[in-house]
């Protein structure tokens, strides 16, 4: 198993490009399957969530080909010979998008229970409020999601109980194809919905609305096939922004788009550092010392609840009192105990952190309960005095691409270690 090992105290200077939004591809690949031709997808992250979903393609029956690291042509036009798997599901929350493509294709999906990351509970009532109101059949038994058209699909009018970026998501893919309009109310405004909206859009679908509260969709017949490039990575671009704000840098990220990232460049603004942004670029330079600040998490264009560890730890650091409250997830504070490793000063009261600033953070052993919680870790270790080991890696590498190889572009002193097995044994 592998871990990563971390030498803190060194500013992070210089250039370092973002990769493509893992949330948008895990969303754009399984859409695939609606399209009546091959597609081409460009600027995919290289990431394990995105390689389990490419993976679930291929048992479906999918012709997956890379034409660069980055790029995959999938023909998805013949016939599906296979079920995602439930390994393969339990794995990641995106398998659940599946059930929407599925559906729009071939009206009936089965899909095992879609795990993901242990930050609350996940249902999915939304998803199947949309099926059910297309015109579905909705069951879960033995833990696998089915969903079967009763009759003939039509267009409805769905208020959503919650704003949430999976049913959202799912909406549009069941829909896409229903004859009929279907107007969405209440729905999520996340850049990587307008990412999936505009790729169907690309093969002839027709969504309007995507990035405001109603989206309205009149569904066509046919989708032909197209090259599409994803989204860059917003939470990968807040992640660099945080860390070079923690180890008082000076970090430029290119290939961003500044507007999806605004709620985080005002906080990033108000712990004291510098934000210049440009056309598809951000520069941030660390102040000396960081201030405090309150964060409350909200859909967009609120503050990312994706975004909150990051900051968290960021604040460990700051001159004064800080309050985080967390409203999307139920428990996305587990890793403060692995920030209390290190010398943060940090109490939770349920969905609220009150974090008092300490002036200085200590390397510790570590380990990732979950994937922002990993990148958190990171910037604590980088910012900290001393040598920290992160233990359950894999986590961070199910949506950071390459993150070793870009923070040592800016001077990390991080490595790749091997944690030998009996040592693990013995843990046990
Ligand atoms: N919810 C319901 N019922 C539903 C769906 C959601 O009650 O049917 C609740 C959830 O329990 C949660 C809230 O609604 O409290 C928001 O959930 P949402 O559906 O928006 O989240 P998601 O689609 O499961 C995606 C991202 C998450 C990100 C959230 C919020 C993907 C694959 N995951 O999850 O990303 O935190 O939106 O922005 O897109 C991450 O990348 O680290 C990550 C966890």
Redesign the pocket.
Known sequence: MDKFVIKGGTKLLGRVRASGA???A??VLPAVLIADGPCIIENLPMVS?VAVILDILTVLGADVQFIDKCSVRIDATGALSGKVPVDMARG???A??FLGALLSRERRASVPM?G??D???????????IFTALGCECDVEYGIVSVKAKGELSGARVFF?????????NAMLAAVKTPGQTTLENV?K?P?IVDVANFLNSLGADIRGAGTDVIKIRGVDYLHGGTYSIIPDQ?ETGTFMAAAAATGGDVLITGVIPKHLESVTDKIRMIGATVEEYDDSIRVKGASGIKPTNIKTM??PGF???MQPLMTALLSRAKGTSVVTES???S?FKYVEELRRMGANIQVDGKVAIIEGVSRLTGASVRVP???AGAALIIAALAAYGDSEIEDICHIE??YEDIVEKLKGLGADIERGYIPEETLMQAF
């Open positions: 893992k949330n948008a895990v969303a969530d990641i929350r995106a659940y998008y879609p993901g990351d930050i609350g509970p996940r249902p999915i009532d939304q998803h199947l409020k109980d919650i704003v949430t970026v999976g049913a959202t998501i999520a996340e990587h939470i859909p967009y990312p609840t994706d999307i997830w139920d996305r979950d994937i922002r199910r949506g």
